[in-house]
C-alpha cells in the first residue's frame, strides 16, 4: 500500500492516539507523543501541517512500525482504516 498523500499533521495524532499514544506537549506546530505500551516508552514529534510531506510522513510511520515490530505496510493499512473511520467521525 502506498503512502497517504493527504493525511495532516492532526489527522495522524488522533490515529496514533487510537493506537495508544498520548500527547504531552506542543511547542509552536509541532505536537510530541508518547506510548508506554511496551516496556520502553516510545517518543515520537508530529508537525501538525497541512498535508504532511511525503518523508517525513515516512520516517514517523518507520519509526511507529519499529515500536510495534510490524512492516510498514501493515502500520500504513491500519492507519489508513483509522484515519477513515476519524474522518468519518469528525464529519458527523
Known amino acids: 500500500?502506498?503512502?497517504p498523500r493527504d493525511i495532516t499533521g492532526e489527522e495522524l495524532v488522533k490515529v496514533l492516539?487510537?493506537?495508544g499514544y498520548e500527547k504531552i506537549r506542543q511547542t509552536g506546530s509541532h505536537v510530541r507523543l508518547i506510548s508506554r505500551i511496551?516496556?520502553?516508552p516510545h517518543k515520537i514529534t508530529i508537525p501538525l501541517h497541512k498535508p504532511l510531506?511525503?518523508?517525513t510522513l515516512n520516517n514517523i510511520l518507520n519509526?511507529?512500525?519499529r515500536y510495534f515490530e510490524i512492516s510498514k505496510e501493515e502500520l500504513i493499512e491500519k492507519i489508513c482504516s483509522q484515519?477513515?473511520?476519524a474522518r468519518d467521525v469528525d464529519h458527523d
Open 53 to 55: 510531506k511525503t518523508g
Open 63 to 65: 519509526d511507529v512500525a
Open 38 to 40: 511496551k516496556n520502553k
Open 17 to 19: 492516539k487510537q493506537f
Open 83 to 85: 484515519d477513515r473511520i
Open 1 to 3: 500500500m502506498k503512502l
